[in-house]
């Protein structure tokens, strides 16, 4: 008998369907408050103040050159750099609210399957829903900064598009 | 979050809605705006001139958005010389307000995901439910000069 993980499934911004463990998202944002940091990517340009905390929100939707970027919502999600760490917090900008799934070994496919660049990147694993590929998000990934350097080194080069990196 | 239980002054600048923390070490004097004479046409960089003892001074202004600006806003009050070894320069700001930081005010290192090359940003701290944008004179220094070799 295969085994069965509850997530929560999400929409980004721009319209990327994926997944998190369901004890990393700590709450659903709904109209937030943004405060805008100068000087810092289109794609993640402000954060929120959440329970005492600075926490930076991430727009797909800019970072993959969707045209919906509008933030309706975040949720708020936990990470660790390390198990002895205490917890931080990155939110990432949704189109529809969070919906509750379970999903089984059966479900697992092959990471090479996602169709986007970005979203493969910052996955761990992935699984089939409705015959489409959803990654499932690697928090810690996320906020890395050999993936900040990824995208920097993207949008430094000479005439690149963040067309290409949705592709 | 950054915990430092040495208590040390810093300086919160205000610039059109904007808030940066300077040490306080970094800070040598505050003038009033009205020394401040006006370069506006001679370098689109630099806001003004301070006439000190060592020769003249640039003033730089900043929008609440970081940019440099070529003129002193209505809203500028105070020219805040700031200098670390060699680098000596000041800001315009609409004020000044000086803190004594302690471990109950929280400072994150800025997240990665908004990190950019030229950003003088080290630091988010929070006070009073404001971001303060944490620096210091040669972070600062670092930025204008990659505005001034149109890095940015």
Known sequence: MSEI?????????????????????????????????????????????WNDHMVPVVNFGILTSEE?????????????ENPQDDLKYIAISLQQPPAKVSISDDQACDIQQIDNDIWRMLSISCFTEQGIA????????????????????????AGQSTDTLAE | MISDNTKQSAAILSIGGLKLIFPQSDIISVDVVADAISTENSNPLIAAVLNK????LPVYAFSGELQLQSSLTDESRFCVCIKRHDVYYSLACDGVEVIQLDSNIMQELMPFIMKTDNSPVLKLMLYKQDVVLVVDALSVNKYLQSVENNDV
């Open chain 1, 68 to 80: 919906s970027s509008h933030m309706h919502s975040v949720s708020v999600l936990a990470y660790q």
């Open chain 1, 134 to 157: 959803v990654p499932i998000l690697g928090i810690k990934n996320l906020a890395s900064s050999e993936f900040s350097h990824e995208l920097n080194e993207f949008f430094n080069q």
């Open chain 2, 53 to 56: 003892p060592e020769g003249e």
């Open chain 1, 5 to 49: 993980s509850r997530a929560w499934l999400l929409e980004a911004s721009g319209g990327m369907k994926f997944a998190v463990a369901e004890y990393e998202m700590i709450e659903y944002v709904i109209a937030p408050e943004l405060t805008s940091v100068p000087l810092t990517p289109e794609y993640c340009s402000s954060i929120i103040l």
